[in-house]
């Protein structure tokens, strides 16, 4: 054991040592061009723009919460682990920032994002004119996804200031070519790769520059200069030594523990990582889903170049006339980072695996803004000077008009808000679960972060059969008794409520079995209640600052979902305990008018006008509960959703189309009352209610079809009493 911490911190202070070497002439190669102040303007103009749509909290954004709460406690992150990025982000919240450690990290993000763009400009400007290395930057920086990037607590903007160095760096070498600055760019690749593993499709590119020059350099000594150079990747990449000398000493984030050399390996190589969506991609075939993600590609390329794509074939005749080295360079970077990445990931094209894709776009976009840029060059001096002056300024008003309002963060208090509603709906002492990402990093930033509310325990339904989370666990919370909620099935959670005596509650986001009984309370729901009783109507005060307003992104119309869902959650138990109260029908019928495919809210408000007797407004949200899940089948066959998934919707919709056929044939309209049942027997074959609604249409006019309907009814439902009744009265008469 003594060994082994031995070699721990000695690769990590090796690791250090060498990182301060090559800090000076790092920064030496981004400003490596002659000096130029007025080329800083960039750099501020864009922190600028950037500081003012800042949000100054937590950003609902993938896993912004988790990065926080990693940079905090200096713990280790999901896989892969991201060192680099974490140690930076450690840096910025001691000593570099003001505010909270939320908004010191949206701020990190801001300065990267600014200072990536100065160092491409710095890149181009050495390539090709002033005009045609600001209009590329322009392209970048306003560009919707870079925005986003550079404005919530993530790696991403980070990576792409690396992937400017990279390129810097290989500019530099081939201008002055030296063995010292290959070993140079070898271990900034392998040290980079501490914050992204990704940016390895980036060094092809950049490589190709020196190509040439690398050959001349080790034609003699070739292996010994090889395994030089390789070396030095490897001793940037010990980066990562880190999580084996941080994860040794039990930090409160400690994913995967990755003290032990081959949990170590597992975490580098995201083999540990478990079923999340990030690895969906391996229920499909390899290439299956390159089609759709390249054309939501082309949709991103179209927002954020629009009509600037019009000059893009005289950039790319400018590059190959001028500099037939940069072309090859910027081609492989769209190809590999673009289309190559896109097959291998292989993720459907759903919102939230688009959004998690999106960021990956931005190195490609980097070589199209290249591109367009020097098409400046190509029509500098001509008479169609003003006519490409004129497309590229539409152009970018069109990619700003078609970001706006979307970018702006600054009044974002979504995540804020979200968890201070679900740590208001829990009583002292208590355990909450939750599942997706967004909700439950939101949960751990309040917690840890904030420091709110330190009697509540927080359980990742995820990871709760994880043995690393379940030792963590125990080691901080001795008295929390953690079962198998994620595949464990009912037995799972009422293990969790069995052996703990702390109340245990859900998010909206976590998935409980059908058969487990609840209790809505708030933003949560009691898991096995001991009195089945709602209590005070917790939505009294709920901060819905953001009712009503533009969603940014996919990730904040997620949590708008959680507060529909725990509406609905209460309008259900509601209308099972003596019916749908005013006030829960009232907001039911404001999320079904601001969301988009409300599909259930819809539903339950349409339950409360039918037991109000109002059939003309139960039945236009039960027709717009159907649609709505009409619309989300449609959606789910362009998403490639899996088929259990399609297979609820086809229930939900026809049970949708049952409800809306009561209505219309309560209403005395027999022909649409008729349409609707065979549109809920058209999704579910197996709707027994809707055979038997069809009988009870045709009583009167159809005695033949009124005995098919109730047979049919009968073969799929043997119980159902009042089809059995009616049947043997026919068959009496007869």
């Known amino acids: 054991m003594d060994c082994c911490k031995t ?69 280790i992150a999901h896989q892969p682990g991201y060192p680099l990025y974490v140690l930076i982000s450690k840096v910025a919240l001691q000593f570099l920032f003001w505010g909270s450690a939320a908004y010191k990290m949206n701020l990190l993000s801001a300065v990267c994002g600014a200072l990536a763009l100065f ?4 890149g181009f400007r050495s390539r090709f004119s002033v005009g045609g290395a600001l209009l590329a930057i322009l392209f970048i920086g306003f560009n919707f996804t870079f925005i986003t990037v550079s404005t919530v607590s993530e790696m991403y903007s980070m990576n792409l200031l690396f992937a400017g160095i990279l390129f810097a760096v290989s500019l530099r070498i081939r201008k002055k070519p030296s063995f010292f600055g290959m070993l140079l760019f070898a271990y900034l690749c392998g040290l980079f790769m501490g914050n992204r593993m990704d940016i390895i499709l980036s060094v092809p590119a950049f490589f190709l520059l020196f190509a040439k020059e690398f050959y001349a350099e080790i034609r003699r000594d070739t292996a010994k200069k090889i395994l030089v150079f390789l070396f030095f990747g490897v001793l940037g990449f010990s980066v990562y030594a880190y999580l084996l000398v941080r994860s040794a000493s039990a930090p409160l984030l400690d994913w995967s523990h990755p003290a032990t050399i081959s949990n170590f390996l597992w975490v580098i190589m995201r083999k540990s990582y478990g079923s999340t969506l990030d690895l969906i991609s391996k229920n499909y075939v390899l290439g299956e889903l390159f089609l759709p993600n390249l054309k939501y590609y082309l949709v991103h390329i179209l927002n954020n170049f629009n009509f600037a794509l019009l000059l893009l074939p005289f950039g790319i005749f400018q590059n190959l006339k001028r500099d037939r080295k940069l072309f090859f360079s910027l081609l492989v970077l769209f190809l590999v980072n673009g289309p190559f990445y896109l097959f291998l990931a292989n993720m459907p094209p759903n919102p939230h695996a688009l959004a998690i894709v999106e960021p990956n776009y931005l190195l490609p976009d980097v070589a199209l803004a290249g591109w367009i840029g020097m098409s400046v060059d190509f029509f500098w001096g001509k008479k169609l000077f003003f006519p490409f002056f004129l497309i590229a300024f539409i152009s970018l008003s069109f990619t700003l008009r078609n970001s706006y309002p979307n970018w702006n963060r600054r009044q974002l208090f979504f995540a804020q808000d979200f968890s201070q509603d679900v740590f208001r709906s829990l009583p002292q002492n208590s355990i909450i679960i939750a599942k997706k990402d967004v909700q439950l990093f939101s949960l751990w930033h309040r917690r840890i972060v904030e420091k709110k509310r330190d009697d509540l325990k927080i359980v990742a339904q995820g990871l709760s059969a994880a043995a690393w989370y379940l030792n963590s666990k125990r080691m901080w919370h001795p008295e929390l008794h953690i079962a198998d909620v994620n595949k464990g099935g009912f037995n799972g959670w009422k293990k969790m409520a069995e052996t703990n005596i702390y109340p245990v509650f859900a998010t909206l986001d976590a998935e409980i079995p059908p058969e487990v009984p609840t209790v809505p309370r708030g933003m949560a729901n009691r898991v096995f209640p001991k009195e089945k009783k709602t209590g005070i109507d917790f939505w009294k005060f709920f901060n819905l600052q953001w009712l009503g307003r533009p969603y940014n992104d996919f990730f904040c119309e997620d949590l708008a979902r959680s507060y529909e869902n725990s509406l609905v959650a209460l309008a259900a138990y509601e209308s099972k305990n003596g019916g749908i109260s005013p006030e829960t029908a009232f907001r039911l019928e404001v999320f079904a008018a601001i969301n988009k495919n409300s599909a259930q809210a819809e539903l339950y408000a ?36 899996f088929a259990e998934v399609k297979e609820q919707l086809n229930k939900s919709c026809s049970y949708s189309w049952l409800n809306y056929g009561v209505a219309m044939e309560k209403m005395g309209f027999r022909k649409e009352a008729e349409e609707a049942y065979n549109k809920a027997l058209s999704r579910n074959q197996r709707m027994a209610q809707a055979h038997y609604n069809l009988a009870i249409l045709y009583w009167k006019t159809d005695q033949r079809r009124v005995v098919e309907e109730l047979r049919k009814t009968l073969e799929i439902n043997p119980g159902h009493k009042e089809a059995r009744y009616y049947l043997n009265q026919f068959r009496r008469r007869k």
């Open 7 to 75: 070699l721990r911190i000695f690769i990590a202070r090796a690791s250090q040592t060498t990182n301060w070497i090559f800090m000076k002439k790092i920064t030496e190669i981004m400003i490596w061009a002659k000096n130029r102040k007025s080329d800083w303007s960039i750099f501020l103009l864009f922190l600028t723009f950037y500081l003012y749509v800042l949000s100054p909290t937590i950003v609902p954004y993938r896993d912004s919460g988790e990065m926080i709460c990693d940079a905090v406690t200096l713990g």
């Open 119 to 122: 160092v491409f400009y710095r």
């Open 606 to 641: 349409g339950f409360y006008y039918s037991a109000m007797g109002d059939w003309k407004s139960a039945g236009r949200y039960f027709l717009r509960s159907a649609l709505s899940y009409e619309n989300l089948i449609i959606l789910s066959d362009e998403y490639y959703a």
